[in-house]
C-alpha cells in the first residue's frame, strides 16, 4: 500500500493528465500533491509549432495524425505533450463534449480543424468555443447546420446545441425542463443563413438564407436574433453555469458533485463559462483527493493506450492504430458513436476490451524490450536476480504509476516472477502483468 500522498499523486497525474511514471510520482511527493495541482493548472500552453502534426489528408495522414495525438495525450517521444498534460486532457474531455466526427459529409479536413480549435486553448472561454464552432466547417456538416434556412429549418444542431453542448434537458438542482420544443425552433430561426460553398470547402453567410423575423425563445423576446443573440440567451439561462461544470466535475473528480459544490461551480464558470477557474476549482475541492475519488472510473481504451504508452516511453505515432479503435476498442477518436460522445464508466471493463488490449499491448512491450535504454531493460538493471520475486511487484507498479497492488496481483506477480530465470523477457512480462491488473484498468 502507497502513502496517502503516493495515492494522491498518481491520481493527480491521471486525472489531470493520462498517468503517471515513477518519476512523476517521486517528484510530486517531494513538492506535495497541492503544489503538483497548481504546477499543472499553470503551466505554458502548448501550440500548434509544439504538436508536430502531418499536413497530408490522405488515409495515410489521418493515420498518422491519430498517432501523433495520442502520442501528444501521453507526452510520448519526441513530443511536447508533456510539457502541458492538462492542456491535452481538457482538450480529449472536449472532444468528447462538443462532438464532431468524420461521417458521409464530415471529411478529415473539417475533423482537423475542429480538433486543433479544441486545443488551441481549452481553458479559455467556452461561450467563445461554442460562437466558433458554430459556423465551423466540421460542426456545420455534422449536425446539418449548413442545411438549416429561412426556406427549409432544420433544427438539429438548436436542439443538440442546448440539450448536449450548454444546458442540458433539466436544471440539475430544481429539475425545470430547460427548452421547450418552440425554443428549438425559434434557436434553429435565429442560427439560419450559413451555407456550405463544396467547392470551396468554407461556410458563407447568405442574407437570403436569413430568417431576420422577431424571435422569441427561453422566456425572451429575442429581437432580429442571430448567432451572438443566441449564445448570450443560453450564457443568461439558469442552467448554463451547472451543465458543463457538472460534466467536468464528473469527468475530473469521478464523483456526483452536491448542491453546494455545484452552485460554487456556477459562480466560477460565469457567463462567459471560464474553463480554467472552474477546473481550477475542481482540482483544489476536497472531494477530488478523496478515498472516494481515488480509482473510481475505469479506464477507457484511449487511456489504456496513453498511460501505458507514457510509462514504457513508447511512440504512439510509429503504429497505425485505426483498426484496433475502430472495430475491436470501439473508441476511436475520429469516429464517436452519436453527437452525445462516446460513452464513460464499467462498459469498458469487459473481455472485447481486455482482449485487445493484450493484443496492442505485446506490442509496446515488444519495442520497450528491443530498444536501447529502453524501459524494459531499465526494469531488468533495478532488480537483482537474487530477489526479483520480492522486489518486482512493488517496483513494476510504481514504474508504471501504480502505487497500490492488491496482495492477490502481487502474489500472482511475484510468482511469475519466480517462475524462471530473471532476464529481459520476464522483466516484460512482469510489466505485461501490471498493465493488464485490475490497478491498471482504473482510473
Known sequence: MGSIAERQVGHIWKRLGFGATSADIDHGVSVGPQALIDDLLNRPLTTAADWNFTAATDWVGQGKFLGQQLNLMAGGAGTAGAANPLQERLAWILQ???????????????????????RSNPFASYKQLLTDETTMVGMMKYLNGYQNSRQHPNQNYGRELMELFTLGISHPKTGAQNYTEGDVREVARS?????????????????????????????QPRGNAGIPEVMNALASHPSWGYFVPRRLFRELVGLEPDAATLDSLATAWGPSGDVRAVVSAIAHHSAFLSDAAIGAKAKTPIELMTS????????????????????????????PPNVAGWPAGSRWLNTAVAMTWCSVLQGFLRASRAATGGVVGKFLASIPAAGAAGAAPAASARLCGITDLSNSTSTAISNYVAGGPWNADRAAGTLGLVLLSPEFFVN
Open 191 to 219: 442560427l439560419t443563413g450559413y451555407t456550405l460553398n463544396w467547392t470551396a470547402g468554407t461556410i458563407v453567410f447568405d442574407p437570403n438564407s436569413f430568417d431576420s423575423g422577431q424571435k422569441n425563445f427561453l422566456g
Open 308 to 335: 501505458a504508452a507514457k510509462a514504457l516511453a513508447y511512440d504512439l505515432s510509429s503504429v497505425d492504430y485505426t483498426w484496433q479503435l475502430r472495430d475491436l476498442f470501439g473508441q476511436h477518436p475520429f469516429l
Open 96 to 118: 468528447g463534449l462538443v462532438v464532431v466526427g468524420i461521417d458521409g459529409t464530415v471529411y478529415f479536413p473539417d475533423l482537423e480543424a475542429h480538433l486543433l480549435r479544441l
